[in-house]
């Protein structure tokens, strides 16, 4: 079965760090594009980065919001994701999804990504 | 960065119905539109890809189209486990974004 599953989350105080993992099963997960979405209580979703497979050079993206403070990373030998989320907001308050990026191949060659496998997700909690 | 806008933000429909919710960009995205079903306490869960694209084990009764900064997504005939919130996503550019999303009520 295809899977992902989020840990690592909590209540932590401004300022601090927290590092999130993302570990995966059932695909080969060295070959796609990991992406970390964040839902905040009663809110919409917001995509925060993702990070890219080895074959594309394994670089990152990240939303404006996040940008310096959040770090993604991935241990294909493990399979894992990982969110380092540092200098903690509280509007960083919410819950994180990792979720698998897929890609169709246009007839002209445009690809079309998107996110088709999703964890459950873990709650992080930025309060003093 | 491209702003998505859904409309309605809410809709209450009845097991039966035929509904559309619609999503527009604030540029051109070409085709580069996929929509997300989620309950509540649930993961969102990918219904449509690249506009028009069904993924996998989704009923047929779901219908995406559009393109450009214009898009929608047609429920045939509303079933009961429909009733949930959709967001639609834009990947023609980073940052990825969603719309705020539409919440479909039973009436």
């Known amino acids: 079965e295809v899977q992902l599953v989020e840990s690592g989350g909590g209540l932590v105080q401004p300022g601090r760090s927290l590092r999130l993992s993302c570990a995966a099963s059932?695909?080969?997960?060295?070959?796609?594009?990991l992406s970390w979405v964040r839902q905040a209580p009663g809110k919409g979703l917001e995509w925060v980065g993702f990070?890219?497979?080895?074959?594309?050079?394994?670089?990152?993206e990240y939303a404006a919001s996040v940008k310096g403070r959040f770090t993604i990373s991935r241990d294909d030998s493990k399979s894992i994701a990982y969110l380092q989320m540092n200098s903690l907001k509280t509007e960083d308050t919410a819950l994180y999804y990792c979720?698998?990026?897929?890609?169709?191949?246009?007839?002209?060659?445009?690809?079309?990504?998107?996110?088709?496998?999703w964890g459950r997700g873990t709650t992080v909690t930025v309060s003093s | 960065d491209i702003q998505m806008t859904q409309s309605p933000s809410s809709l209450s429909a009845s097991v039966g119905d035929r509904v559309t919710i619609t999503c527009r960009a604030s540029q051109s995205i070409s085709s580069y539109l996929n929509w997300y079903q989620q309950k509540p306490g649930k993961a969102p869960k990918l219904l449509i890809y690249a506009t028009s694209s069904l993924q996998s084990g989704v009923p047929s009764r779901f219908r995406g189209r559009g393109s450009g900064t214009d898009f929608a997504l047609t429920f045939s005939s509303l079933q009961p486990e429909d009733f949930a919130t959709y967001y639609c996503?834009?990947?023609?550019?980073?940052?990825?974004?969603f719309g705020q999303g539409t919440k479909l009520e039973i009436k």
């Open positions: 059932g695909f080969s997960f060295g070959d796609y594009v």
């Open positions: 979720t698998r990026e897929d890609i169709l191949t246009g007839y002209y060659s445009d690809y079309y990504h998107y996110m088709d496998v």
């Open positions: 990070i890219r497979s080895k074959s594309y050079g394994g670089t990152t």
């Open positions: 996503q834009q990947s023609y550019s980073i940052p990825y974004t």
